[in-house]
């Protein structure tokens, strides 16, 4: 079966969203990652709730959330900020759903990475004359990179198949912000069951080679074969 222009156009502006979802949850889930792996605050428990939220509540709450902190007389509305944010029905919609929905899965897989790194490493440094920031740099970084180059594409992963907040947020514009997953639900409510089937097949590839690569991943960095 060929590759028609509207799979190809659900199949880009997958990639996009994803991709830049997943460079924007990056630095945040390998922050709280680290923050929750090696410190301990007032609070934490409670950070570790927030953080993980999204993995239990349903995906349409998150969207309408989303949709309310944007709209127009929301607290980053038009009428607050003084300008629009171009935000809502556009694929920035979709981006900021993929990320908010991920960024609990890279938060805390980066945790697991830091946490597998020995924390007498670091003393180590320390005690070397090193900074914390170089500690960091030098010895933390290095070796958790395998888990958090895994913690990336779990998110990545997430992204692409995200459909609740993505379609209250950014809704279903073929060309603009449909992804496989909102093409997928498309073509199940038209009856198109071939082109349904082409797409779940497409999102099966892609996952797979994620998930695949992100098990190899963690077991080098347990140390197996």
């Known amino acids: 079966m060929s590759i028609g222009g509207a799979t190809l156009d659900a199949l880009r502006v997958t990639l996009q969203v994803a991709s830049v979802a997943t460079l924007l949850s990056a630095p945040v889930g390998v922050a709280l990652g680290y923050l929750l792996a090696r410190r301990e605050f007032a609070g934490k428990s409670v950070v570790e709730t927030l953080v993980a939220l999204p993995l ?5 709450a998150i969207g309408y959330l989303l949709l309310r902190l944007f709209a127009r007389h929301g607290w980053l509305g038009a009428d ?17 759903a993929a990320a908010t929905m991920s960024l609990p899965l890279v938060a805390r897989t980066a945790r697991v990475a830091f946490e597998e790194v020995p924390a ?18 030098r010895i933390t970084l290095p070796l958790a990179k395998r888990g958090l180059i895994a913690a990336l594409l779990l998110g990545f992963c997430r ?10 947020v950014a809704g279903n514009i073929a060309g603009r912000t449909q992804t496989l997953a909102l093409a997928i639900f498309d073509d199940m409510q038209l009856g198109r069951d071939d082109h349904a089937l082409q797409l779940i097949g497409i999102s099966v590839v892609i996952a797979f080679a994620c998930i695949f690569v992100v098990e190899r991943l963690q077991r080098r960095a347990r140390g197996e074969a």
């Open 56 to 60: 239990v509540l349903p995906p349409t």
């Open 80 to 96: 607050t900020l003084g300008f629009d944010p171009d935000v809502l029905l556009t694929w920035r919609g979709a981006v900021l």
């Open 120 to 137: 007498r490493l670091e003393t180590m440094g320390e005690s070397l004359g090193l900074t914390r920031a170089n500690v960091f740099a």
């Open 159 to 168: 992204a692409l198949g995200e459909f609740g907040a993505t379609i209250v």
